[in-house]
């Protein structure tokens, strides 16, 4: 079974710091992976997906990477800013089921 | 663009009562799925959808049921409410991954239930 972990679970960074959050999946065996932005009460967007055979997605000031054989995934954030502030989360969808599994979060806070 | 769109946005419900959420999607997209999410734990698959007529279980299925008349519907029934089925509720689609599209998930801005 799947397991997707997030680290840290909360981040509080000053305005202008670059910051690099964490997620690591037990089976590599994955068709996509996807990281998304959720604030407070909202729903998801998406913000980035990377396909198996992908390294890594930039759109903007983010940047996510995929290591496939360690299970590894990571959202960089070039020159965060309170807007920023929000719960990111990254999901994995195996190859054998046609859904996602997610992990529980980073919660980023970025002070003014 | 509508997306996907969940109906209702609230509900409080009493302990026995049944109802269902309603999730549509515009995109004609293949798969469908509804995920619960609880505090400190994210997001859990209820059930999901690889087409019309096709559904298969998650997670956390017991207590929900679901069916796929249409390629656009995909509502979420709560045969029996009970007070640990209170929960933001999530559904989202994507296209089948078959058609070579990007299969980039969508998410609807969830209902947020209440059982008492």
């Known amino acids: 079974k799947q397991e997707v972990t997030q680290i840290p679970a909360a981040l509080s960074v000053p305005e202008g710091e670059n910051l690099v959050l964490n997620c690591s999946f037990t089976d590599s065996a994955i068709y996509n992976l996807q990281w998304f932005r959720q604030d407070p009460g909202k729903g998801l967007t998406s913000l980035l997906l990377?396909?198996?055979?992908?390294r890594e997605q930039t759109s903007g000031r983010l940047n996510a990477s995929l290591d496939k054989s360690s299970g590894r995934s990571t959202l960089y954030i070039a020159a965060s800013q309170p807007g920023d502030s929000a719960t990111y989360l990254c999901?994995?969808?195996?190859?054998?089921?046609?859904?996602?599994?997610f992990g529980s979060g980073t919660r980023l806070q970025v002070q003014p | 663009n509508a997306g996907v769109t969940q109906t209702p946005k609230f509900q409080v419900l009493k302990t026995g009562q049944s109802m269902t959420l309603q999730c549509a999607q515009d995109m004609n997209h293949e798969y469908m799925s509804w995920y619960r999410q609880d505090p400190g734990m994210g997001l859990r698959l209820i059930h999901y959808?690889?087409?019309?007529?096709?559904?298969d279980q998650g997670e956390v299925p017991n207590g929900y049921n679901v069916s796929r008349s249409t390629t656009e519907d995909f509502p979420l029934r709560l045969l029996s409410a009970a007070p640990s089925q209170t929960s933001v509720y999530f559904c989202?689609?994507?296209?089948?991954?078959?058609?070579?599209?990007?299969?980039?998930?969508?998410f609807g801005q969830g209902t947020r239930l209440t059982v008492v």
């Open positions: 999901a994995v969808m195996d190859t054998g089921r046609r859904a996602l599994t």
């Open positions: 989202a689609s994507s296209y089948s991954r078959d058609r070579g599209l990007n299969t980039e998930a969508f």
């Open positions: 959808s690889v087409g019309a007529g096709i559904t």
């Open positions: 990377i396909q198996s055979s992908q």
